[in-house]
């Protein structure tokens, strides 16, 4: 595939308390496509009103799976609704302090910060196969509607839903479209990181790579796959163990 900006339609956003929600489906992938009505990817629920809630409950979400760290979920505990289990899988545990990293924010360039995401995207796949493996087995396992998140929803969100579609026999063109659609929802990521960094002298502007997608770091966290598992086929089944058989089961749909 070539690295370039690719476009989908996206539709509106149905939660007060975050923007990034959305439904991944209709995608096509091997023998049909991602069915309506069962999976959604988001950035954290910390912030849902009473109305997001009850959205929520309209859509029958029975599983919800954090991917943040435990020290993001321990802080800001996401707000479910009734009858949702949580399933917890930490990624990025041990990073950079709140203190730490404004000063690092402070200090950086541009290209310090994109080269900082390109190796967040590769450590991300290289560094946690066990919890890539936890998320796919809680994927398959689980009967009902899924909602899985960690904070914006587009970085270990974007790999998660990345390597499901591409299990699930997507095209990469479809892969990269929908991981690059993330781009218009980050609206609520925006403004908690101005609401935290602002007012310690960060420049937003220098650390935009931080706050938006790029066709490179999915590309990035693929090419790491490549150099160490040989492929991304490889990868799913020798290193995630992935039952592809149930995921289509659970997820997959044959268009009328």
Known sequence: MQRKRLAMSLPPTILAGQSHFRELARIPVAHGELAAG??????DLVGLTDADLATLARLDVAQVIDLRSGEEQKTRPDKLPPGANLTAIAFLEGSLTSRDRVARFKSATLDDM??????VYRSLVRDYVGQWRQFFAALA?????TVFHCTA????TGIGAALLLTALGASRDA????YL???AHLATLRTMMADKLAPHG???DVIRPVLDVDVDYLAAAFDEID?????VEAYLEHALGIDRAALAERFVTVPR
């Open 227 to 231: 150099a160490g598992w040989g492929g």
């Open 181 to 183: 659609a993330s781009g």
């Open 38 to 43: 069962r999976l959604y990817r988001s950035g």
């Open 202 to 204: 960060v420049d937003l």
């Open 141 to 145: 396992a689980t009967p009902g509607v």
């Open 114 to 119: 994109k080269a900082m995401m390109v190796a």
């Open 175 to 178: 892969v990269f479209a929908d």
């Open 153 to 156: 929803g587009k970085d270990r």
